[in-house]
């Protein structure tokens, strides 16, 4: 298992875990959203590499924020395991590798969005040290 940031010609490579978080995006659309909107706002993708497959099966989206409630926080706006590699550990070690980063950049916080129906994705959050600090209301336009 190897974790590695991935630049932006190399974005590509985390679609196939991000089309199961983001049923919505095509593969062109997916890197163009992450190239040209995202990255420019500081968005950062990280990857998790199964070494038998030789492809990344797991992926963590995050970016800098700065909040009047917490200060600096790194927050995480997409994690995700493709259904055949879970359950080995690819979200724990993206989850520690975000850690070392925001210590790194002197974040105060880190933050994790998951859906209300990721009741796996709660349970490994609250496994590792995070807890439930606020609900996050969302109104669709």
């Known amino acids: 298992m190897k ?3 991935l630049g932006a010609e190399r974005t590509w490579l985390a679609f196939d875990p991000m089309r199961q978080l983001r049923p919505h995006l ?7 959203l992450v190239n040209e909107a995202q990255r420019p706002q ?3 993708l990280v990857a998790s590499w199964d070494g038998e497959l030789g492809r990344v099966v797991a992926a963590l989206g995050f970016r800098e924020v700065t909040s009047l409630a917490n200060g600096r926080t ?3 706006d997409d994690l995700t395991t493709l259904l055949a590699a879970r359950g080995r550990g690819h979200a724990t070690r993206l989850l520690a590798w975000a850690e070392r ?3 790194r950049l002197g974040c105060e916080h880190m933050h994790l969005t998951a859906g209300t129906h990721r009741h796996e994705a709660h349970r490994l ?3 590792t040290g995070y807890t439930i600090s606020s609900f ?3 109104r669709r336009l």
């Not at 095509?26 to 163009?32: C, D, I, L």
């Open 74 to 76: 790194l927050a995480i």
């Open 42 to 44: 500081g968005y950062r």
């Open 101 to 103: 980063e925001a210590r």
């Open 125 to 127: 959050a609250l496994r």
């Open 136 to 138: 996050e209301l969302t």
């Open 3 to 5: 974790i590695e940031e």
């Open 26 to 32: 095509t593969s062109t659309g997916f890197v163009r």
